[in-house]
């Protein structure tokens, strides 16, 4: 059972489409992270957002972080091919020397 | 700033061999983390460093396993008697602070590993 729960796993949308993506869990994180990963390679990160209601602002996306620091979401306007990835998130465990916990993922497909 | 670096990027290797695996963190960093990720998943902790103690093993990490950090600069993933289960991208990742709730990994691009 994975301590984060990323929905929907798999998405498949047209170029120029809006989409959120969500990050869920029961437990409370320190800071939780927003990584890309495309096939073969390592994740890259995104974005880290540390105090609960947090929204950070990455061009098209749009990161926010529950109030009770909980979940988050990722919100991508007018996607574009190039948005094509695996997006994990991952949150700093605060009851386990922070230990970063990853979510199984939601991989993103952008069709021209 | 060259990033985290990973080598090799593949292993084939028959049952019951033994490979070694190398990371090379950012220059400044001292943690350094190990992870597996299957097909599907996410990344699953296996062990981390702080310069070269090694902190923290996780379950997973079985004792066919054995990581190394000895001068606190780059690191090596040992898995001995290899199964086919152990079949898996291994993932490096780097980070400057101290473990505090900000502490930023940066991954290198991992070592895809095939267990025939």
């Known amino acids: 059972t994975q301590l984060l729960e990323q929905s929907p796993q798999f998405l498949s949308i047209q170029e120029g489409e809006n989409l959120t993506v969500y990050c869920n869990s029961s437990?409370?994180?320190?800071?939780l992270q927003w990584y890309r990963q495309e096939p073969g390679e390592g994740p890259v990160l995104l974005v880290t957002?540390?105090?609960?209601?947090e929204v950070k602002k990455l061009k098209r996306l749009t990161f926010q972080f529950g109030d009770a620091r909980k979940d988050s979401s990722l919100h991508i306007t007018a996607a574009q091919p190039g948005d094509t990835g695996l997006y994990l998130c991952?949150?700093?465990?605060?009851?386990?020397?922070?230990?970063?916990?990853f979510g199984a993922g939601t991989r993103l497909t952008v069709k021209p | 700033d060259t990033g985290v670096s990973q080598n090799p990027r593949h292993k084939i290797t028959k049952r019951g061999q033994n490979v070694t695996f190398r990371c090379d963190p950012i220059?400044?960093?001292?943690?350094l983390y190990w992870y597996r990720q299957t097909l599907g998943q996410g990344p699953e902790f296996l062990t981390y460093?702080?310069?070269?103690?090694?902190?923290?093993k996780s379950r997973l990490l079985s004792d066919r396993f054995s990581a190394e950090r000895p001068k606190g600069s780059f690191s090596t993933l040992e898995i001995q008697r290899t199964e086919q289960g152990d079949s898996a991208m291994y993932l490096c990742?780097?980070?400057?602070?101290?473990?505090?709730?900000?502490?930023?990994?940066?991954f290198g691009p991992g070592t895809r590993l095939t267990v025939l």
């Open positions: 220059s400044e960093h001292n943690r």
């Open positions: 957002v540390v105090t609960g209601g």
């Open positions: 990742a780097s980070s400057s602070q101290a473990g505090g709730a900000t502490d930023t990994q940066y």
């Open positions: 437990s409370v994180f320190s800071s």
């Open positions: 460093f702080q310069n070269e103690a090694q902190l923290e």
């Open positions: 991952a949150g700093a465990d605060a009851l386990h020397n922070n230990d970063m916990r």
